[in-house]
């Protein structure tokens, strides 16, 4: 079982930064894959991000390559995801999810309960 927890969500500035944290309980949080994802207002679920359980793989939505980053700390069974260049179209309820593998959109074991991001102009 793994129970996972985001902070760092809050509003922003377009152009601005933030970094969410998914802190993750378990003890076999470095065996998962770990991703984000992101849900709009009046918007399906949509995919931003993933890491396989080594770090060395990692896996990004078009919409967001080359501006926002994923990475974890094992030692810590912590992920994390630094957006820069934030853009009003950024603002969602943030996920952190975790799986046996990447499932993109798809069926990921264990989410995290969300948290908030809004970009104003």
């Known amino acids: 079982q793994v129970q996972l927890v985001e902070s760092g969500g809050r509003s922003v500035q377009a152009g601005g930064s933030l970094r969410l944290s998914c802190a993750a309980s378990?003890?076999?949080?470095?065996?998962?894959?770990m991703g984000w994802l992101r849900q709009a207002p009046g918007k399906e679920r949509a995919f931003v991000a993933a890491?396989?359980?080594?770090?060395?793989?990692?896996y990004y939505a078009d919409t967001v390559k080359g501006r926002f980053t994923i990475s974890r700390d094992n030692a810590k069974n912590t992920v994390y995801l630094q957006m820069n260049s934030l853009k009003p179209e950024d603002t969602a309820v943030y996920y952190c999810?975790?799986?046996?593998?990447?499932?993109?959109?798809?069926?990921?074991?264990?989410w995290g309960q969300g948290t908030q991001v809004t970009v104003s102009i």
């Open positions: 378990g003890r076999t949080f470095s065996s998962y894959a």
């Open positions: 890491i396989n359980w080594t770090g060395r793989s990692t």
């Open positions: 999810v975790a799986g046996p593998r990447i499932a993109y959109t798809g069926s990921w074991d264990y």
